[in-house]
């Protein structure tokens, strides 16, 4: 019987997966709110940009959880909201995105917004850079902020 289903799956066609974006938690109790929703909007916006995404996934942490990623693989000794790890590069997006969550919502009280606009502007902006945009010079900030501030505006809209 266990040979019959073997067989079964070695006959099923595989595809790598695609168009997935997918959200987990690690070392903080962290759900996004309407996942669909915002998955959605995350692929709206890399089809505005004329890429094609094929898998992303966004992994909710702690400052601490963070922080050593950003120590051990990019060597840097900082605190940070976001760290993206791309494995495709445009037009393929392909990639892990960790965000602190405890570093987002100490952002959105210092800038005064909701925690909610902070957190969403932080994941396109990790979309983004999957997406080639750059933010190192001051007209790539100038850049990124209004791509930022437009796909904001669209999530707003759905």
Wanted: glycine share 2%.
């Amino acid at each position: 019987m266990s040979e019959e289903l073997d067989d079964q799956w070695v006959n099923l066609p595989f595809d790598e997966e695609t168009d997935q974006v997918d959200f987990f938690s690690e070392d903080i109790d962290f759900e996004i709110s309407t996942p669909e929703s915002i998955a959605s909007w995350i692929k709206q916006i890399i089809t505005q940009e004329a890429k094609q995404l094929q898998q992303l996934s966004f992994i909710f942490c702690n400052d601490e959880y963070l922080h050593k990623i950003n120590v051990e693989y990019l060597d840097h000794d900082t605190y940070t909201d976001i760290i993206t790890f791309p494995y495709a590069e445009p037009p393929l997006i392909k990639g892990d995105l960790f965000i602190s969550i405890e570093r987002v919502k100490e952002n959105a009280t210092k800038l005064n917004v909701p925690f909610e606009q902070e957190l969403f502007r932080v994941i396109i902006h990790g979309v983004l850079h999957l997406c080639g945009y750059g933010d190192k010079s001051e007209e790539q900030k100038i850049e990124m902020r209004k791509k930022e501030n437009a796909a904001l505006e669209l999530l707003k809209k759905l």
